[in-house]
């Protein structure tokens, strides 16, 4: 008995904590896929040049149109590429790792890069569940607080046959 009220009371400071952060405007992204819904927390306090460049993008309507170029089930999807391929990126410098303790968990969102950890640019991805593998390796640079259900439903492959798009990203602070 105890133990089923203290989950409850746990399970409720969580959803509130969760609200709480969607409630940062500055902080927020929303991604409208095929599939529905995205709602990434931003985390400037751990990636801020990984965080302002993703805002930044965003806020030119970058990532617009852009597909999820690489799916994998059980282990992440990537986008991020205008070219689709997986070896586009934005006009801009590449950004210095800024690796954390973060772990990758289910819903985390991580910054792409190739072999040299100084590469990430553009492109992105985001773990169906956890993958340890990448802890300390990769940028953390947000997590889903909302609409999971739609990023499990992104289409599979590498590339995919039918690749899920975003039809429009935005910074919650921007949305009328």
């Known amino acids: 008995m105890h133990r089923r009220l203290f989950l409850t009371l746990?399970?409720?400071?969580?959803?509130?904590?969760?609200v709480a952060r969607a409630a940062e405007p500055e902080d927020t992204l929303y991604l409208e896929l095929d599939t529905g819904r995205v709602v990434?927390?931003?985390?400037?306090?751990?990636?801020?040049?990984?965080v302002a460049r993703i805002k930044e993008l965003t806020r030119e309507g970058f990532y617009n149109g852009?597909?999820?170029?690489?799916?994998i089930p059980g282990f992440m999807a990537q986008s991020g590429d205008p070219t689709g391929t997986g070896r586009g990126g934005?006009?801009?410098?590449?950004?210095?790792?800024?690796?954390?303790?973060?772990?990758?968990?289910?819903?985390?969102?991580?910054?792409?890069?190739?072999?040299?950890?100084?590469?990430?640019?553009?492109?992105?991805?985001i773990t169906f569940g956890p993958t340890p593998h990448l802890n300390g390796d990769y940028t953390v640079w947000g997590r889903v607080i909302d609409g999971m259900e739609a990023v499990d439903a992104i289409a599979p492959g590498e590339p995919p046959v039918e690749p899920t798009q975003i039809?429009?990203?935005?910074?919650?602070?921007d949305v009328d």
Do not use: K, Y
Not at 104 to 125: C, I, K
């Open 10 to 18: 746990a399970v409720t400071a969580l959803l509130f904590t969760s």
């Open 40 to 50: 990434i927390e931003l985390l400037p306090n751990v990636a801020p040049a990984h």
């Open 66 to 71: 852009v597909v999820f170029h690489r799916v």
């Open 90 to 125: 934005s006009d801009r410098p590449d950004l210095p790792a800024e690796f954390s303790s973060l772990p990758f968990e289910r819903g985390t969102v991580g910054a792409a890069r190739t072999a040299d950890p100084n590469s990430a640019n553009s492109q992105w991805f």
């Open 167 to 173: 039809i429009e990203a935005r910074i919650a602070a």
